[in-house]
């Protein structure tokens, strides 16, 4: 478990009982932890409607702003997006830093609220609609 929370990074990324969850390039092992974290969580392997978390791993900052154009229609109002990079210390090559993936976040609308080491090598940042964007009832 990455960090030093302790939390299980089921509950970090907030994923709860019944989430619909999405993953895009994420390391088996980190799928592993998850499931094991949030058993009853739902895993989706195609993008659909009501994402609740979706989790995103790149080390190209374009790759990264496919997928929040691609994920952002398919959250749920309150759902999450992960857009992960890897950290500094891993000495994996990447064009993404924490900076560039706060600012194509709040360029597509979205706020971000969340940091969280993913693992030892991929940092993650969540996320989230506005709340005085969120519509009153989507369904």
């Known amino acids: 478990m990455a960090g030093y929370s302790g939390a299980p990074l089921a509950k970090k990324l907030g994923i709860k009982p019944g989430s619909v969850v999405y993953f ?3 390391p088996k092992s ?5 499931k094991s ?5 739902t895993v989706v392997s195609r993008l659909g409607a009501n994402i609740d978390v979706a989790l995103v791993c790149s080390t190209k900052g374009a790759d990264l702003a496919k997928a929040l154009d691609s994920i952002k229609p398919k959250l749920v109002q309150d759902g999450g997006l992960w857009l992960s990079w890897p950290k500094k210390s891993s000495g994996i090559a990447t064009d993404v ?3 560039q993936v706060r600012e194509m976040g709040l360029a597509s609308g ?3 609220n969340k940091v969280c080491a993913i693992d030892d090598t991929w940092s993650g940042l969540r ?10 009832n989507p369904q």
């Not at 980190?30 to 998850?34: N, P, Q, S, Y």
């Not at 974290?37 to 969580?41: L, R, V, Y």
Request: aromatic share 4%.
């Open 30 to 34: 980190v799928i592993t932890e998850i």
């Open 97 to 99: 830093t924490e900076t």
């Open 24 to 26: 895009k390039n994420v």
């Open 127 to 136: 996320f989230v609609i506005r709340v005085k964007d969120r519509k009153a």
């Open 37 to 41: 974290g949030e058993p009853s969580a």
């Open 110 to 112: 979205l706020v971000d």
